[in-house]
């Protein structure tokens, strides 16, 4: 099988003046002469900044891509469908965002991957969104109903780096409950629970009472007292005696002084 063709060409900047910026545009051919692969450059670097979201129906395919596509792979057809896709910016790659739908049009889940792995180092790697379609009633909420005022609230955060759990500025994992309330924080650090300023888990089973754990490179800890932290007074004070110590009823006697 021959190698495919390569050609090095550079985009209309009449059609696409306002949307791109001296980029290099590389292309290579399947042997059947259909397009593989396109490659964007900028100083000889993977890069492509859309500027804004054309509306002219010659570049709209652009309108539907992540921003910063620099990398796009084609089966070899004749209607240029696209299998893989790649974010760059200035060389280096960016994570390409998942989305996962209910009923066609609701966004309940979006994914942050790089390299098939979890990786986000702008923010969450996962949202999840809550729809009244999914939920099963409880105590709280024993109707569908009641819930639908809440349709599309973050009920979960996480975030990630090469896909573990990891986040230096604050939890790593947090779920809400559908109102919007906490409803647990953990900390982690490289996929380890992990906290070196606090406890590494925070849950609210009763949406207010919280409950602790301390965690230290994934195994359980002890609360470490921050410096310059005053010492915590238990919660339950130490219990005076119900009956204080009796003084006797009788007074000491006082020895009579002799008679002379």
Request: aromatic share 14%.
């Amino acid at each position: 099988m021959s190698e495919p063709n390569l050609q090095r060409s550079t985009y209309d900047m009449k059609i696409f003046d306002d949307v791109i910026y001296n980029t290099e545009h590389k292309i290579i051919f399947y042997p059947s002469g259909n397009k593989k692969r396109e490659e964007f450059y900028v100083n000889d670097k993977l890069h492509f900044e859309r500027k804004f979201f054309p509306k002219d129906d010659k570049c709209s395919v652009f309108s539907f891509r992540p921003k910063n596509v620099a990398v796009i792979e084609y089966y070899d057809s004749t209607n240029e469908r696209e299998y893989h896709i790649e974010r760059w910016l200035n060389g280096k790659q960016l994570p390409i965002s998942d989305d996962t739908y209910i009923n066609k049009f609701t966004l309940i889940k979006r994914e942050w991957r790089l390299n098939d792995k979890l990786h986000n180092e702008d923010g969450p790697a996962i949202i999840e969104y809550f729809h009244a379609d999914s939920y099963e009633p409880d105590a709280w909420y024993p109707s569908v109903d009641l819930v639908k005022q809440y349709d599309e609230n973050v009920i979960k955060s996480a975030w990630c780096i090469n896909g573990n759990l990891h986040r230096l500025d604050g939890p790593a994992y947090i779920e809400y409950y559908i109102e919007g309330g906490i409803k647990a924080e953990l900390w982690y650090r490289n996929g380890k629970l992990h906290r070196s300023d606090g406890p590494a888990v925070v849950r609210y089973p009763n949406r207010n009472v919280p409950k602790d754990e301390y965690w230290s490179d994934g195994v359980p800890s002890e609360p470490q007292r921050v410096p310059g932290e005053p010492q915590r007074v238990p919660s339950e004070p130490q219990r005076v005696p119900s009956e204080p110590q009796r003084v006797p009823s009788e007074p000491q006697r006082v020895p009579s002084e002799p008679q002379p």
